[in-house]
């Protein structure tokens, strides 16, 4: 009898369309390893991909391929949500994908007001273009827009600003903090002024918890775990990376996430380019393998697309959180940010740190 156990379907992809950029970020090195745009995969090798809840289609520039209405084509009839992350470059192009696809969600990437960002992303006029597309986008009647910080040391501040100025717009408003992996080719993101970086993002936490709008409020949970990872803690909740969500290199290789480092491991699941049935790399043995190194993967990444999924499944915890620092906000009392490591049964080896042995 076949005892193997059967993995449901995920919910969430991310499709790494290139690694080819025009931007020249500073925390960010795939620009300096652009794909060959004849290897990078097709709309059509996405066809054998599963029916998801929600699809991020990034880069390098996903805009910088000719055919990613093709891709977006593709990708529509596989989930209700698409949102493609840009660093808003190539504006005409957006523009033109976005006339044809009205439901497309489109986050621009600004890492801090005018010369912060240009400065970080190594072009100038970055951050008056990302801006002015937006705008555009609004006008336009594009619904799902908004704009994502990556913090790092420089631009804190900046993302306090950036805040502000989304919620005057009414767009979205997403962070990050930098980390090191083999998708960025980046080993020495380390972000050397905490006080200062985590600072702000108690700032911004602060802020987030005196809004009405609950969204905002498990967002203000997600930066305490931004946090938290600054620190070097452990995470709050585990990675289960690979059970819910994966992600498509430009290749097609199939990994759990974009966090892996080739120091303490990196393994793809399968290529999507190698079968036309999605589930045989999902169910297969090499798929479990790759998901028992998350189990006691040593790294303590603190990324959306790794904590949003467990935010949902183990709702209890960043929901006494969020009662109790709500409550403590409306009535002007100190918030009670202390960093928790949330026992769910996770394996205690995952993220135990050795990494700090390197
Ligand atoms: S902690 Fe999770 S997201 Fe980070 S490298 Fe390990 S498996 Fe990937």
């Known amino acids: 009898m076949n005892n193997k156990k059967y993995i449901p379907v995920p919910t969430d992809m991310c499709i790494i369309t290139t690694y080819r950029c025009p931007m020249r970020c500073k925390m960010c090195d795939i620009w300096n390893n652009p794909t060959e745009k004849s290897k990078e995969i097709k709309a059509k090798d996405l066809e054998m991909l599963p029916h998801v809840k929600f699809v991020n289609i990034t880069g ?14 593709v990708l529509f009839r596989k989930s209700p949500r698409v949102v493609i992350s840009t660093s808003g470059w190539f504006e005409d192009r957006v523009i033109e994908l976005a006339r044809k696809f009205p439901r497309i969600g489109i986050r621009v990437s600004i890492e801090g007001l005018s010369v912060v960002n240009d400065e970080l992303r190594g072009r100038k006029g970055g951050f008056d273009k990302g801006l002015s597309l937006l705008l555009k986008l609004r006008e336009m009647g594009v619904k799902d827009i908004g704009f994502g910080i990556t913090v790092s040391n420089n631009n804190s ?23 090191n992996s083999y998708y960025f080719h980046k080993y020495d993101n380390v972000i050397t002024n905490k006080e200062e970086v985590i600072g702000n993002f108690e700032k911004l936490i602060a802020m987030q918890l005196k809004e009405n709008h609950p969204k905002k409020w498990f967002r203000a949970f997600f930066n305490n775990g931004l946090i938290n990872y600054i620190e ?31 120091a303490y491991w990196k393994e793809s699941m399968g290529n999507i380019l190698q079968t036309r049935n999605f589930d045989d790399i999902w169910q297969s043995e090499q798929a479990e393998k790759v998901r028992e190194k998350v189990r006691t993967c040593p790294k303590n990444c603190w990324m959306v697309g790794t904590a949003s999924p467990v935010m949902k499944k183990y709702i209890k915890h960043p929901l006494k959180w969020v ?29 135990n740190l050795r990494h700090r042995e390197k």
């Open 60 to 73: 390098g520039e996903p805009f910088i391929r000719e055919d990613l209405d093709e891709i977006v084509e």
């Open 157 to 179: 501040a900046d993302m306090l600003d950036l805040y502000r100025l989304a919620n005057n717009l009414n767009m979205e408003f997403a962070t990050a903090a930098f980390h």
């Open 232 to 262: 070097g803690n452990r995470r709050m909740l585990p990675c289960e990376a690979g059970l819910v969500n994966f992600f498509v290199d430009p290749y097609g290789e199939v990994y759990p996430c974009n966090g892996l480092e080739e």
């Open 323 to 351: 009662m109790q620092n709500k409550i403590n906000s409306i009535l002007n009392k100190p918030l009670c940010l202390e960093r928790k490591w949330y026992d769910v049964g996770q394996s205690p080896e995952q993220g």
